[in-house]
């Protein structure tokens, strides 16, 4: 995190070594966790709230009820998703330090998943049925698989794309889970990598499967391969789809991320698709692609959501054409990708400054976000956006009025939101720094009288 006014000065040899100090720090700080913990838990591990925002000012009417959910004594717990109706989807660290899948209930009771009781699992998403996105991290096979998972059906392998992999890259941009990015993108060994990324409430997925952007169709185990619509001729490019709608009249929509791994740290090829794809053909109707914003190049785009009213949430990292960048949260109107709202634009009016103004997670009205990355000298700043009535609340602020309901804030403790649902409940992972060791694990922010 680069200290706050100073810019890179087009230096690619500055960016690389602040990103390796960011690396060797994080990995300094981390403790001992499964081993998708290398990429999924590292921007847990190095994000926290501190106990006094210097520049925040709201005067917050929110309230939010407390809830920590059950774990398992003196284990690591790490929620990764929740969907409309409170049920949360995670690990829990067990035996020999892998990660083994469960599901939260709203009174934040967990379920062990049977089936799921041994290996190695990276939780990815949920939807309102419950069923649970995984990779199966089968390391002894040289290979990583994409999993669903639910009660009745029990645990289905998503089958692989066929083909040699592409190279992965070494180093990727900064973005809000910059961590995760850097150390999962290194270059890969395995002989077959497919991740499911987001799946829908018809039980569609998507992901990246050996580095190409895929859809696994809820009736079907076989792969469709969606960069073939848009791979033009780079070569090493490296598609993924991170977003799924639920089905209207048997078409989708898809959000997919692409760039390109030409060994160039700032190469500026990052694009997002947004592709309308029917169940029924099994075909895609059309592609509409972002390559910039105002004229100026994308470095990285990490696609979040795309809202009831067809609005398109995502987090950027334009480069203008003296070669200086920025982080920035947008939400686009429409695939036209003109009319947007800046999230920089309304938590600017509060008198913050920064290079960085980060979506975390977003629902139809409200956003949790953060900004302060380019801080080297304090910690990341979280806030609740309400992009309707551009209301800005800061999490210190209301940690130390008392807004959490039940919550007892210490000097041992820290928090992090994670998640937000449609219903406005917000999952977060508290950090209790024990003289035995970290204990982490989920909790719930309620809404009251909102």
Known sequence: MKKKGILLLGSLTLMILAMVFIAVTLVSRASVTPEESDAATLKKKAMSISSLSLSSKSTSTRRYSYMPMEVRSYLNSYPEAVNSNGYVAGTIVVSNNLAAPVIWNPKGQYTDLPGLLTGSYSVYGINNSNTLIAADNRYYLNKVSAIKYSVSGGMVELKALSGNKSPRPIMKPITNTFQKKMFSNSPSTYSEDSRPKYINNDGDVVGISNNKAVLWINEKKEPIDLSTNIRIKELNLITTASYISDRKDGVVTILVDSYVDSGILMDTAAKMYYIDYSIKDQKIISTTRQDSINGDKLLWVEPKRILTNGSIAADYIPVNEKGGFRWDGYI???????????????????????????????????????????????????????????????????????????????????????????????????????????????????????
């Open 332 to 450: 686009f109107s429409s695939a036209k990708f003109s009319e947007n709202i800046r999230l920089k634009d309304i938590v600017s009016k509060t008198g913050i400054i920064s290079s960085t103004y980060w979506i975390v997670d977003i629902n139809d009205t409200t956003i949790l976000g953060y900004y302060g990355l380019d801080d080297y000298e304090g910690s990341i700043k979280y806030f609740i956006v309400n992009f309707k009535t551009n209301s800005v609340d800061f999490f210190d602020d209301l940690v130390t009025s008392g807004a959490f309901v039940g919550y007892e804030p210490k000097d041992y403790k820290t928090i992090q939101p994670l998640f937000i649902n449609s219903n406005g409940d917000i999952i977060i992972e508290v950090d209790e720094h024990l003289p035995s060791g970290l204990l982490r694990y989920p909790a719930k922010l309620s809404p009251i009288n909102q």
